[in-house]
Structures are given as C-alpha cells and as structure tokens.
C-alpha cells in the first residue's frame, strides 16, 4: 500500500487522540495507477482550458478536479 487518499474535513487532536472526518476516502490499493495518471492529465488540460477562457464558475471546478486527480496518483504510488 503506498498511500490512502482523503478529502475535505478536519481532524481534531485531545488527549492524545486524534479524530479524522472527511468527506470521502479512498485507499491506495483500490486505485488503478494508469487510470488515475490518465485522469490527471485529462484534468490538467481541462484546468489550462479554464484557465484560458476566463470563466471563473469553471476554473473552479476544474481546479477541483485536478486537486482530485492529482492525489488519487499520489495515493497509487505514482509521482506528480
């Protein structure tokens, strides 16, 4: 296993016990590595395109998913 993936939430550290909430999860070994570097770079070109034309409602979401393309490589093992 290389690597778990988490997004959104926080986590909450008392008496030396940390509580971790999130939005979703994802483990490492579940992850495709090819599909999720196939994900990342269709997500890198559609954020240079949202960059380029200006929409903000766009590049939002668009940012979004490469932040989200990006760590599932991450969790895979591979590098980015």
Do not use: P, W
Not at 18 to 42: F, H, R, S
Request: a negative charge; zero cysteines; glycine letters at 12%.
């Amino acid at each position: 296993m290389e690597g778990d993936r988490l997004s959104g939430g926080f986590a909450e550290v008392e008496s030396n016990e940390v509580t971790v909430l999130v939005n979703g999860a994802e483990l490492g070994d579940n992850i495709d590595l090819k599909t999720a570097e196939a994900e990342y770079a269709q997500a890198q070109s559609r954020m240079e395109t949202a960059a380029a034309g200006g929409d903000k409602s766009d590049l939002f979401s668009a940012t979004q998913a490469f932040k989200r393309s990006r760590s599932r490589v991450q969790a895979a093992g591979g590098k980015v």
